[in-house]
């Protein structure tokens, strides 16, 4: 999977901060080029029925909200 389009929503706090952090180095440790888009806009997070911040979606789909994801978590996701 090269390419792939993840984003990011957070407010640019620490979770979000951190989140990000290892969305990259799980990337990296695939060998993966990824594009990681940060959302703040609020309105855009309850659309999509996120309630809690960060949160992750991956090639359309929100797959975590309100925690911060582990390396090997990451890179479980990257791989489907």
């Given amino acids: 999977m ?6 990011l929503f957070g407010l640019g ?4 901060r951190n989140l990000h952090a290892n969305m990259q180095r799980a990337a990296k440790e695939l060998g993966l080029e990824v594009s990681i888009e940060e959302v703040s806009d609020i309105q855009e997070m309850m659309d999509l029925g996120i309630t809690a ?3 992750l979606q991956i ?10 994801l582990e390396v ?3 890179k479980s ?4």
């Avoid at 706090?13 to 979000?16: A, K, V, Y």
């Fill in 2 to 7: 090269t390419n792939t389009e993840i984003r």
């Fill in 13 to 16: 706090c620490n979770l979000s």
């Fill in 53 to 55: 911040i960060p949160a």
């Fill in 59 to 68: 090639g359309g789909q929100v797959v975590a909200s309100g925690q911060v």
């Fill in 72 to 74: 090997e978590e990451l």
């Fill in 77 to 80: 996701l990257l791989k489907i």
